[in-house]
C-alpha cells in the first residue's frame, strides 16, 4: 500500500501542474480585467478629526493655531549651526556642573565625578512654531514650541572607592513650551537687559540611561518614577509662574532712569559778591540745575543793586541717581542789554547728604571748575544754600511685585481695577511727582501732513515732545514731570497729537485726535500703562505710562 500511495501521489503532480498551468493560460487570455476605480480625494477640512491625526499625526502649531507662525528658517538657522553649537553647549554644560560636582567629592565615598564625553548628536531641535504677544511693557514676549529628538552620546565617569562607574545618557527626547520673556527694553545692543525663562506646562523627557553597560530604564517601575520625578523637579523650578532669569546688560547703565526723590533747595543768600556793574555795584540772581536731568534751570529772582543779597528762595528738583548727580550752583549779575555775566559758580554733589536731614552748604564762589586756574583764586564772593534730599516712598502697591497673571492680562485695561481694593483716600496725601511718559502712537493721519507731536497739558504747564517726520506710528518714548503738593485725586492729564506743517501748505497746525486721562487710578494703583483710543480721530491711539510717586 505504501508503494501504491506513493505511485499515485507522483502521477497526480505530475497531471496537476500542466493541467494547471493551462487552466491559468486560458483564464488570462479569455478573462475580461474590472475596472480600477480612481480614489476619493477630499481637503483636509473635509476630514474628520480622528481622520485628520491618521492621516497627519504630528501636526504643528502653526497649522492648528494661527497665533503661532511657521519658523522654517530657524530651524534651517539652527541645523546649519548645530555642529558648533554642539561643541559651545557641551562646554556650557562642563562648566555648568564642574561646580555641582565638587560639592559631592569626598561625600558617599565618591572620589571624583567627570564628563568623559558630551555629544549632542546630529539631531537639533525643531521648533513647531511661535507665537509673539505684544505688551504695553518695554518688553518682548515669545512662546515656541520646542521638540527635540536628538541622538545624543552623554558619558559620566563616577570613580567610587577607585572603581570607575560609566553612566551613558542615550536617546534622549524633550517635549516643551517655555515662555521667553526679553525685559526690559534698552537702547544698547542686544537691546533687552535680560532673559526670562519660565516653562507654560510640564515637559515632556525621555532618554535611556545605561551604567555599566546595562539600561536600568528596563527595570519593571523605574521608568515611570525617573519620568515623573524630573518632571516635578523641573515644574518646581521653572513651571510658571516660577521663572529663570539670566540677565544679559546691567541695567544700570543702560535703562532709562526713573525718578527716586526730590531736592528741596533754599538759596538763602550771598555775601561779599563780585561788583561787575560800572557803578561799582551787581543785579545779582541765582540758576541752579542738577547734572543729567536736561531740564532748564530754575532762577532765584533778582535783586538790584546789592552785592549781599537775602533770598531765601525755595525749590524743588527731580533726583534720578544721588550718587551720581550733582547740583550746580551759578551767580549771575543781571544787565538790561545784552547778555549776563556770571559772577561765580560752585557745584555739589548729592552724595555728600543724607536723606531727609538738612545741611547747610557756604559756598566760595569760583570761575569755573578748573581750580588750577589762576583767575579762579579771585575772591567772587560766598552762597549760602540748604539742601534737604527726600527720596519717594516704597511701593506699598497691592500689586507691586506680583505677577499680572495669564497673558490676557497684559491687555487689560489697568485702569478699570475695582476701586474698592484701593487704599483710603486719607493715607494718600502728600506732596510728590506725577511722571507722564508718552510712549507713541499708532494710526495717527492728518488731512494736509503728517508730522505728529505730542502735547501735554496738566494745571495749566504745558509740554510736548519733539516732532517725528512723515509718519503715521511715531515713537517718541518721553517723559515729563510735575511736582505736586497733594495727590491728583480729582484732575486729570488732556494729551493731544499734533501735526505740524514743515514745507509749504495752508494750515500751519492740525489736530490728530486727544484724550483726557483721569488721575485717580494713578493715584491709588501708583502706576498705568496703557493704550488710549484717541478722540476725533478715526483710527488714532496713543500709548501712555503715568505714574505717582509720594516723598
Request: proline content about 6%; some cysteine.
Amino acid at each position: 500500500m505504501g508503494f501504491l500511495s506513493s505511485l499515485l501521489g507522483i502521477l497526480g503532480f505530475g497531471i496537476g501542474i500542466p493541467l494547471g498551468l493551462l487552466v491559468g493560460f486560458f483564464l488570462f487570455i479569455y478573462s475580461k480585467p474590472k475596472e480600477v476605480e480612481d480614489p476619493v480625494s477630499r481637503p483636509l477640512y473635509e476630514l474628520d478629526e480622528l481622520s485628520l491625526q491618521d492621516l497627519l499625526p504630528e501636526i504643528p502649531l502653526w497649522v492648528k493655531n494661527p497665533n503661532y507662525h511657521s519658523v522654517d528658517w530657524l530651524n534651517k538657522f539652527i541645523s546649519d549651526l548645530w555642529p558648533y553649537l554642539d561643541k559651545e553647549i557641551g562646554g556650557m554644560i562642563r562648566s555648568v556642573a564642574q561646580p555641582i560636582f565638587s560639592e559631592y567629592i569626598g561625600k558617599f565615598q565618591i572620589e571624583s565625578i567627570e564628563f568623559e564625553k558630551i555629544n549632542l548628536g546630529t539631531l537639533p531641535p525643531i521648533f513647531y512654531g511661535l507665537q509673539v504677544y505684544e505688551t504695553n511693557e518695554k518688553e518682548l514676549i515669545l512662546e515656541p514650541s520646542i521638540k527635540w529628538a536628538g541622538n545624543p552620546n552623554i558619558i559620566l565617569v563616577v570613580k567610587v572607592l577607585s572603581v570607575p562607574i560609566t553612566i551613558q545618557l542615550v536617546d534622549l527626547q524633550v517635549f516643551l513650551a517655555p515662555r521667553i520673556t526679553l525685559k526690559p527694553l534698552v537702547p544698547a545692543f542686544p537691546c533687552f537687559a535680560n532673559i526670562v525663562v519660565s516653562l507654560m506646562e510640564k515637559p515632556h523627557v525621555d532618554f535611556g540611561m545605561k551604567i555599566l553597560g546595562g539600561d536600568i530604564m528596563s527595570i519593571p517601575g523605574l521608568y515611570h518614577f525617573v519620568q515623573e520625578t524630573i518632571k516635578k523637579q523641573v515644574a518646581s523650578l521653572y513651571l510658571w509662574p516660577q521663572t529663570l532669569e539670566i540677565p544679559v546688560l546691567d541695567i544700570s547703565t543702560v535703562a532709562i532712569k526713573k525718578p527716586v526723590g526730590i531736592l528741596h533747595v533754599n538759596v538763602v543768600r550771598a555775601t561779599k559778591l563780585l561788583r561787575k556793574d560800572i557803578l561799582g555795584s551787581s543785579d545779582p540772581y541765582v540758576k541752579l540745575s542738577l547734572t543729567g536731568d536736561g531740564l532748564p534751570a530754575k532762577k532765584t529772582t533778582i535783586k538790584m543793586k546789592n552785592l549781599n543779597p537775602e533770598w531765601n528762595e525755595k525749590f524743588k528738583l527731580i533726583v534720578k541717581d544721588p550718587k551720581s548727580q550733582v547740583l550746580q550752583l551759578q551767580v549771575y549779575d543781571w544787565d538790561k542789554v545784552g547778555g549776563h555775566d556770571r559772577i561765580g559758580m560752585q557745584l555739589v554733589p548729592l552724595k555728600q547728604l543724607t536723606p531727609h536731614e538738612m545741611k547747610e552748604f557756604k559756598l566760595d564762589l569760583l570761575k569755573d571748575t578748573n581750580i588750577t586756574d589762576s583767575h579762579s583764586k579771585k575772591q567772587r564772593g560766598q552762597l549760602v544754600v540748604e539742601l534737604t534730599f527726600v527720596p519717594f516712598k516704597e511701593d506699598t502697591s497691592k500689586y507691586s511685585g506680583k505677577f499680572s497673571g495669564p497673558i490676557e492680562a497684559y491687555r487689560r485695561n489697568e485702569s478699570e481695577i475695582d476701586m474698592s481694593i484701593s487704599s483710603d483716600e486719607g493715607t494718600l496725601g502728600g506732596s510728590g511727582v506725577l511722571s507722564v511718559m508718552i510712549q507713541g502712537a499708532e494710526d495717527v493721519e492728518g488731512k494736509c501732513h503728517n508730522n505728529p507731536y505730542a502735547l501735554i497739558l496738566f494745571r495749566g504747564e504745558q509740554k510736548k515732545t519733539h516732532m517725528l517726520r512723515k509718519t503715521r506710528d511715531p515713537l517718541w518714548n518721553e517723559e515729563f514731570q510735575f511736582m505736586l503738593d497733594e495727590p491728583p485725586l480729582d484732575q486729570k492729564v488732556h494729551i493731544e497729537v499734533l501735526s505740524k506743517r514743515t514745507g509749504i501748505s495752508f494750515r500751519l497746525k492740525e489736530s490728530l485726535g486727544h484724550v483726557e486721562i483721569n488721575l485717580r487710578d494713578v493715584v491709588h494703583n501708583g502706576r498705568i500703562n496703557q493704550k488710549y483710543h484717541l478722540i476725533n480721530s478715526k483710527n488714532g491711539m496713543i500709548h501712555v505710562e503715568i505714574s505717582w510717586k509720594m516723598i
